[in-house]
């Protein structure tokens, strides 16, 4: 569905307005979409959070990237909700493997705060030397919608596998959330709901623990290095960085997807 979803020529026309108002964006100016336009990007939106489970690590398809700039786009120019347009579009750019983008976009949550820390890569989710301490730090007051803060439980379940293996997704959590954004009217509807599981899925398998071995994770710790890799150290890894066996290794991937780090560790 999302191949196709990004070959309807009607989208790319949508699309070209989508680029247009980010160029405003990035000078200053308030983007500005053509009204005819708004709905079917914000459909687009919905459309492709709906099929987050569809979304592999690797390669997501294009329209992921396209959804989320439709949706950044959207909240600048004031298009709907622009906290909650903030929010879909973190989780697109999640999805389309660009993290750096879903921590600039996102803005400060009023909700759980490791949820701000989740998308921000900070605190738990910034070094393995942090301390996990007690849930109740890290959640803070349970403020924002009651959704909002069941999501802050995920993010929590996955600091504490980042952090020191334990625990995990909880897949009846998960369901049930689904099922309340479903069939009740909260402060997230079930394709929030779904995407956000679909990104704490990707960033657990993407868990430094999960790739390097486990002798090497206090001296990572020591060195404040983070609980989680991006997408090209994964590979590396996985293709056998650490191999010892390997005398020879190169390495090709654009500027800032952490070749540095991969390097360090």
Same mark, same amino acid.
């Given at each position: 569905?999302?191949?196709?979803?990004?070959?309807?020529?009607?989208?790319?026309?949508?699309?070209?307005?989508?680029?247009?108002?980010?160029?405003?964006?990035?000078?200053?100016?308030?983007?500005?979409?053509?009204?005819?336009?708004?709905?079917?990007?914000?459909?687009?939106?919905?459309?492709?959070?709906?099929?987050?489970?569809?979304?592999?690590?690797?390669?997501p398809p294009?329209?992921?990237?396209?959804?989320?700039?439709?949706?950044?786009?959207?909240?600048?120019?004031?298009?709907?909700?622009?906290?909650?347009?903030?929010?879909?579009?973190?989780?697109?750019?999640?999805?389309?493997?660009?993290p750096m983008?879903?921590?600039?976009?996102?803005?400060?949550?009023?909700?759980?705060?490791?949820?701000?820390?989740?998308?921000?890569?900070? +605190? *738990?989710?910034?070094?393995? /030397? %942090?301390? !996990?301490?007690?849930? #109740?730090? @890290?959640? &803070?007051?349970?403020?924002?919608?009651?959704?909002?803060?069941?999501?802050?439980?995920?993010?929590?379940?996955?600091?504490?596998?980042?952090?020191?293996?334990?625990? +995990? *997704?909880?897949?009846?959590? /998960? %369901?049930? !959330?689904?099922?309340? #954004?479903? @069939?009740? &009217?909260?402060?997230?509807?079930?394709?929030?709901?779904?995407?956000?599981s679909r990104?704490?899925?990707?960033?657990?398998?993407?868990?430094?623990?999960?790739?390097?071995?486990?002798?090497?994770?206090?001296?990572?710790?020591?060195?404040?290095?983070?609980?989680?890799?991006?997408?090209?150290?994964?590979?590396?890894?996985?293709?056998?960085?650490?191999?010892?066996?390997?005398?020879?290794?190169?390495?090709?991937?654009?500027?800032?997807?952490?070749?540095?780090?991969?390097?360090?560790?």
């Amino acid at each position: 569905m999302l191949k196709t979803l990004g070959e309807d020529p009607g989208l790319t026309a949508d699309y070209a307005h989508v680029l247009r108002g980010l160029a405003d964006l990035r000078i200053g100016e308030t983007p500005a979409l053509d009204d005819d336009c708004v709905d079917r990007l914000h459909g687009l939106v919905e459309a492709v959070l709906s099929e987050a489970t569809a979304v592999e690590a690797t390669e997501p398809p294009p329209v992921v990237l396209m959804a989320a700039n439709a949706a950044l786009a959207l909240a600048a120019a004031g298009y709907g909700d622009p906290p909650r347009l903030r929010l879909r579009a973190a989780l697109l750019y999640e999805l389309a493997d660009k993290p750096m983008m879903a921590a600039a976009v996102i803005g400060d949550i009023v909700g759980p705060q490791i949820l701000n820390e989740f998308f921000q890569r900070m +605190g *738990l989710f910034s070094s393995l /030397s %942090e301390e !996990l301490g007690e849930e #109740a730090a @890290h959640n &803070g007051i349970r403020k924002g919608g009651p959704l909002l803060s069941a999501l802050g439980q995920q993010a929590w379940e996955l600091a504490q596998f980042q952090q020191n293996g334990t625990s +995990g *997704l909880h897949g009846p959590t /998960s %369901e049930a !959330l689904l099922r309340v #954004a479903l @069939h009740v &009217g909260l402060d997230l509807n079930a394709s929030d709901v779904l995407a956000f599981s679909r990104v704490a899925q990707l960033r657990m398998g993407r868990a430094t623990r999960s790739h390097v071995p486990d002798h090497l994770l206090k001296d990572l710790a020591y060195g404040g290095f983070p609980p989680e890799l991006w997408s090209g150290q994964a590979l590396a890894l996985d293709a056998g960085l650490l191999d010892a066996s390997f005398d020879a290794w190169s390495f090709s991937a654009p500027t800032g997807t952490g070749k540095t780090s991969s390097q360090d560790c």
